[in-house]
């Protein structure tokens, strides 16, 4: 059998839209998962935690304060209240009563965009358990459309446990900025067999430690093809970019 060649860029399944493709349009809305697919993305990465009332929402932060028209930490708010909050605090006008997503609707409209998903549990310290978040998540992506691919990231590795206790057919992924000197133990104890690493913190001898092991690694948040071009040929797995037209045109 012929040896492949070594890759020289992401191919299209490997370029993921940071919170939807968030340099065009209000991040983790569905204007921007939307955007997404308009530029030819088929994974978005999105962030899910839970309001007061335990309803699971897309949103980075534990406040509404940065991407709203409207403040309030997420432990003070429940479904009922979302009717009134717009996600347009980041861009211009046109973005006007684009709403802040519950996880449902997302997954609703990711069925239609034939988009797939990078789901980022965010654990915060106003959930009432682990346990209550990640149950919430998993019921949801239980009731996806049967063509959105899933995978699960977070910082938090007890959240990636638990995720494999409930369903072990999840891929899972462990973020990290900067990589710790434990990581293959981390990974192991998950179980994971992927690493979403801080773009800044790739090194040529990790790439190749991680193909050695058989471990993935997809490099965040970069936007600059040029600070990755040495990274694809030893291995690198894919990208998370708030702008995937740079990687798909
Ligand atoms: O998935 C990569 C990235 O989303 C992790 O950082 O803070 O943007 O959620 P953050
Ligand atoms: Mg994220």
């Known amino acids: 059998m012929p040896k492949s060649e070594p890759r020289c860029e992401p191919g299209r399944s490997e370029v993921q839209a940071h919170r939807g493709a968030s ?28 309001l007061g009332d335990g309803t699971a929402v897309v949103i980075h932060d534990v406040s509404v304060d940065r991407c709203s028209s409207s403040t309030g930490k997420l432990s003070d708010l429940t479904a009922s209240d979302l009717q009134k909050i717009d996600a347009d605090a980041l861009f211009d006008a046109r973005f006007k009563g684009e709403p802040l997503p519950t996880l449902a609707e997302v997954l609703s409209a990711l069925g239609e965009l034939g988009l797939n998903a990078n789901v980022e549990i965010k654990q915060h310290p106003h959930h ?77 001898g990790f790439l190749e430690e991680a193909a050695h092991r058989g471990i993935k690694v997809r490099a965040w948040t970069c936007n600059d093809p040029k600070l990755l071009a040495s990274f694809w040929p030893v291995g690198l797995t894919g990208v998370i970019t708030d702008d995937p037209s740079v990687y798909l045109s």
């Open 23 to 50: 340099a065009v349009a209000p991040e983790n809305t569905i204007a921007a998962f939307r955007a997404a697919a308009g530029q030819g993305a088929e994974w978005i990465e999105l962030d899910v935690a839970l």
């Open 128 to 204: 009432k358990s682990l346990d209550q978040l990640v149950k919430t998540v998993d019921e949801h992506l239980k009731a996806r459309a049967p063509q959105t691919k899933i995978m699960i990231s977070s910082f938090d590795a007890a959240a990636l446990r638990r995720m494999h206790e409930i369903d072990p057919s999840y891929e899972l992924a462990m973020l990290w900025s900067r990589l710790p000197d434990d990581w293959s133990d981390v990974l192991q104890s998950i179980p994971a067999r992927t690493v979403h690493l801080g773009y800044k913190s790739l090194s040529i």
